[in-house]
Nanobody, 118 residues
Framework: QVQLVESGGGLVQPGGSLRLSCAAS????????IGWYRQAPGKERELVAAISGPSTVYAHSVKGRFSISRDSAKNTVYLQLNSLKPEDTAIYYC?????????????WGQGTQVTVSS
């Protein structure tokens, strides 16, 4: 089992930056996939960025503005949000998915609110 705790959200003006953190309760080296998702009011949850091994992926809408990274020593994954726009306003969730033999497990954090507004 993995507990995930997100932090770093808040209110920021358009064009500003935030760094979100996702602290995991176990060694993230053994986690196959860690992703950041977001859900805006009235919309479905969508994948924003993910990291799996040496690979990263980004949603088209955030490519070039957001950056995902990890610190294995701290069991933490970060999402750097730059050049923020009002449409980035959402609750941001961290997800960890891993396999143990043939079984797959997925866990979610509680989310952190990001509000972009002047």
């Amino acid at each position: 089992q993995v507990q995930l705790v997100e932090s770093g959200g808040g209110l920021v003006q358009p064009g500003g930056s935030l760094r979100l953190s996702c602290a995991a309760s176990r060694n993230i080296f053994f986690i196959n996939f860690i992703g950041w998702y977001r859900q805006a009011p009235g919309k479905e949850r969508e994948l924003v960025a993910a990291i799996s091994g040496p690979s990263t992926v980004y949603a088209h809408s955030v490519k070039g503005r957001f950056s995902i990274s990890r610190d294995s020593a701290k069991n933490t994954v970060y999402l750097q949000l730059n050049s923020l726009k009002p449409e980035d306003t959402a609750i941001y969730y961290c997800n960890a998915t891993y396999s143990v033999g043939p079984d797959w497990y997925t866990y979610w954090g509680q989310g952190t609110q990001v509000t972009v507004s002047s």
